[in-house]
Nanobody, 115 residues
Framework: VQLVEFGGGLVQPGGSLRLSCAAS????????MSWYRQAPGKEREVVAA????????NYGESMKGRSTISRDNAKNTVYLQINSLKPEDTAVYYC?????????WGQGTQVTVSS
């Protein structure tokens, strides 16, 4: 099982990023996929989640209105588009896959928002 995140980096305040998470080793289309983030010294928090079929989404308060989660089950990939980035959005962003029985995590990708 692998979840590999891509797309992090250094971005200026007000900028945008599109994170990707490529999944392998499990039946991607059966899993709820989520993005979490963890800033230094803070607990990990959910950013967004999407149902297995992609027809339902939920967003955490921290990035609601500035983020969009989507998935492509044909490509075993989940995406997170984040806009209007702020310095406080600096964190490691993690991909998560879960069912009732299993939970998998990616290694994370660093997003740094700074001028």
């Amino acid at each position: 099982v692998q979840l590999v995140e891509f797309g992090g980096g250094l971005v200026q305040p007000g900028g945008s990023l599109r994170l990707s998470c490529a999944a392998s080793g499990f039946t991607f289309s059966r899993y709820v996929m989520s993005w979490y983030r963890q800033a230094p010294g803070k607990e990990r928090e959910v950013v967004a989640a999407i149902s297995s079929t992609g027809d339902g989404t939920n967003y955490g308060e921290s990035m609601k209105g500035r983020s969009t989660i989507s998935r492509d089950n044909a490509k075993n990939t989940v995406y997170l588009q984040i806009n209007s980035l702020k310095p406080e959005d600096t964190a490691v962003y993690y991909c998560n896959a879960r069912t009732i029985l299993n939970t998998y995590w990616g290694q994370g990708t660093q997003v740094t928002v700074s001028s």
